[in-house]
């Protein structure tokens, strides 16, 4: 799980640990409410944008499970600013930690999902990529290209048994959300497009992560899971 200190990727750790799953987070760092949370948690404090560093934790969880089977890419980030105003340092970022990073992570663990003999991998993108907000657009060009990551990675996939998914929510109420884009009207703005009028919280997505990963979802693969209130549709 990357992003798993705080948020989506923490209720989703838990989710997975309380499913059966033996789980391990990677963050930037400590992940010290997760781990109480969870059972036998592997903290990886590391950053996902780093081949070096991703390799190296990797290695810290192969130690201790000996195997992996899923793959969750939830690490992100989302700045909202005019698209006049986005720096080319700004746009490279976005890119690097919601596209590159998945790559990154994806590449490293894919061996070991072969070697495992069927494996999940699930991608967090967003409905915004639906939406098109207009402040958003380096968030939204990631968010696009990490949906068409989990096409083309499907279909390669898919002879091994491991199957490539994406989940897009809406805006999720976490920590960082409502310092950020939720604050100033941003959920009320978002709830106001969506047809079930209230605000997604990171237990509205569990049972569709749940179901995504689980061993006999190996027939759903290359998808996007709008899960996003109604805010648009497929």
């Known amino acids: 799980m990357t992003g798993a200190a705080q948020g989506l990727g923490q209720e989703f750790a838990v989710a997975l640990a309380r499913r059966g799953y033996r789980v391990a987070g990677i ?6 409410e997760t781990a109480e949370r969870v059972l036998d948690y592997v903290e990886l404090i590391a950053d996902v944008t780093d081949e070096e560093q991703v390799g190296e934790a990797l290695e810290r969880v192969i130690d201790r499970f000996g195997t992996l089977h899923v793959l969750v890419n939830n690490a992100g980030v989302y700045p909202e600013s005019a698209f006049e105003d986005t720096t080319p340092a700004e746009w490279r970022r976005v890119m690097r930690v919601n596209l ?6 994806t590449r490293a663990v894919l061996p070991y ?26 968030y939204v060009s990631s968010k696009a290209g990490l949906i068409g990551f989990t ?13 490539v998914n994406a989940i897009a929510p809406s805006m999720v109420r976490t920590a960082t959300a409502e310092q950020t884009v939720g604050a100033d009207g941003g959920f009320e703005h978002v709830r106001a497009q969506q047809a079930v009028p209230k605000t997604q919280e990171p ?5 569709t992560l749940l179901y995504v990963v689980d061993e006999g979802s190996g027939f759903l693969t290359g998808q996007t899971l709008n899960v996003a209130g109604g805010s648009a549709y497929l």
């Open 27 to 32: 963050d930037l760092v400590p992940q010290h």
């Open 100 to 105: 590159e990073a998945p790559f990154l992570v």
């Open 113 to 138: 999902l072969k070697v495992a003999g069927w494996g999940r991998i699930v991608n967090i993108t967003s409905a915004a990529v639906l939406t098109a907000p207009p402040t958003m657009v380096a």
């Open 151 to 163: 096409r083309a990675l499907a279909a390669a996939l898919g002879p091994y048994d491991i199957t």
């Open 203 to 207: 237990s509205d997505l569990v049972s």
